[in-house]
Each structure stands twice: as C-alpha cells, then as structure tokens.
C-alpha cells in the first residue's frame, strides 16, 4: 500500500466482485490487474455455502498476496440470519473496508460500526429506494467512505426496464453521486451484467465516466481492462492539464487570473481539476 496513501488519490476504476466462496477465484485475483476487490459474501454466494464461504475468505485474506488492491468485503445484510455471523467471523479479517448491502438509512450503517465495534471503514450499497432518498445522510456519517450503485437491486425495486442509456436510474445514480461529493465519499458505478460484450461494457462505463463515478463494479475478469482504460486520465487529458496549469502559472506572473488554452478559459478552479488529473495519472503509473 505505499505508493497509494492518499484515499482520496488512490485509483478505484476496477472494482471486482469475487464469490468468497470461490477458492479459484480467490486465488485468481491476485494477479488480476484491479485497484478494488469486493469480496462477496452477499448474492454471490448461495445460502448454504454461506457459512463456510466466511472461512474460505478469512483464509484467503490471512494468506495475503493481494498487493495494493483495496479489500473490501460485502457481508450479508444484518437483517438476514447471516449478517451477524459475517461481522462475527470476519470484524479482525486483514482487509480495507467492510460493504453493507440494501443501506436504507444512516442507522443502518451506524448498527454496523457498533457491531464492529472498531474504526474499519464502511462503504455502503445505494440500491433501495429509501436508500437513495436518505444518501446524504448515509454519506454523512462518520465512519462511511464509500458509496457502491447497485444497479440489480434498484431496477428491480424501480420495477424499471433495463435501458442501454439507463434513463430509469438516473434520478438515482445522480443523487448517489451527488450526496457522495457532498461528503467526500468514493463512489462506484453498477456492474454491466453481460460480462461478454465488451462494447456494451465500454459505453456504460464512459457514461459512469461522463457521470462522476470514480470506477466500474465488474464480475468478471475480461471486464477489468475496459474499466480500468476508461477511468484512467486520457493521454489527452494529461497533456491539456499539463499545458492549463503552465499557461495559468503563466498569467498569475503577469498579475492575471485568467488564461486561454485552445480557446477556452482556465481559471483557478480549472487548475484544481487539472492538477487531480495529474496526481489520479501519477498514482496509477505508480501501481
Ligand atoms: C459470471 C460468472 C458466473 C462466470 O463464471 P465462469 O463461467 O466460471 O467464468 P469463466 O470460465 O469465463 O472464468 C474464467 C476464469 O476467470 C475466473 N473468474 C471468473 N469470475 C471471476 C471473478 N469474479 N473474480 C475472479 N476470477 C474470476 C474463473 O475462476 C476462471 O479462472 P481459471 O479457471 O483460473 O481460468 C463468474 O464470473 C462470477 O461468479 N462472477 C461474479 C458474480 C458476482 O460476484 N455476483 C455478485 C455481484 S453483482 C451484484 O450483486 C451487484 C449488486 O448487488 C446489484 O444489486 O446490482
Ligand atoms: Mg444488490
């Protein structure tokens, strides 16, 4: 983890989810080039493969090798017979952040940091309506850190047809995404369920690009390389960040607070953006 030790800088364009009950995949994920694991105790994993799913996991997160991926694991929801025993066997686990599924409220979250009972960041699933309606609060508290779409659960409480320009869910990944930079919170786009088609994928992840989200939840491995591209700074995203922030250092000497830059105006805030972008391209140079 040393070359990434600003949060807030660190890259989270892959975000894979793995079964923890499959040791193969388990193991496969340590040479998978992803900046995020989420390892799954939730959906993933059927009910009677979820108990022993917690010691294959523990075991794998004890034996280590997963390098500079963030590790976060998605226990069950508290209110299933499962959730309890999940925060049980897995509270001292060696990993990044825990991830409670269908968060409805900050009550929720905050049933999850008393269980915890520890400072272990909390990333929280935004796919209930009420979910949505209260994501303010819910990043507002003060354990929370990130913020996961989960695009499956919504559209099936929306009763909304899946669309390839996600129309219906827009109300909601916008007021996800809103509440997330109220409050400094990481925020990561749904998963693209046909994991085969790799233009699909790669048009719903410019658009989460286009969005704000900070990566792409995936389910597969052949997805990893088109989210990690499109949430990358572009070469030429770098090169105008580059020439914006000469040109203003430029006029800041002569007394100015404006420049022009192929055409347009780069004040300071551009600056702001334009130096992100160069410390994003440098952490992940350095992975
Ligand atoms: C979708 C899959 C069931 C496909 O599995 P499979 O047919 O076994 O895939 P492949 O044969 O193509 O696998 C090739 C190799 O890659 C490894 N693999 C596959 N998936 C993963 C993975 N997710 N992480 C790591 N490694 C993976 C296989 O082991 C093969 O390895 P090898 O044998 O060494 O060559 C499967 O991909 C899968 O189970 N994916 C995860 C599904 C999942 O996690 N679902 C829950 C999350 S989605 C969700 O709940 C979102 C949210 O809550 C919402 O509401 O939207
Ligand atoms: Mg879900």
Known sequence: MDAITDAKVRPYRSVLYIPGSKERALDKARSLPVDAIIFDLEDAVTPDAKEAARDTLNAALSMGGYGDRMRIIRINGLDSPWG?????????????????????????VQALADMLGNDMPIWAMIETPLGVLNALEIAA???????????????????????????PMMLALQTMLMAARAHGVIAIDGVYNQYQDTDGLRAECEQGRDLGFD???????????????????SEAEIDLAKRQIEAFEEVERTGQGVAVVDGKIVENLHVETAKKILAMASSIASL
């Open 215 to 233: 990566g792409k939840t995936l389910i597969h491995p052949a997805q990893i390389d088109v989210a990690n591209e499109c949430f990358s700074p």
């Open 141 to 167: 508290h003060p354990q929370l850190t990130g913020f996961v779409a989960g695009t499956n659960d919504l559209a099936k409480e929306l009763n909304c047809r899946a669309r390839a320009d996600r129309l």
């Open 84 to 108: 309890a025993g999940d925060v049980a066997t897995l509270k001292d686990a060696d990993c990044d952040a825990f991830l409670l599924p269908k968060v409805n409220s900050a009550a929720d």
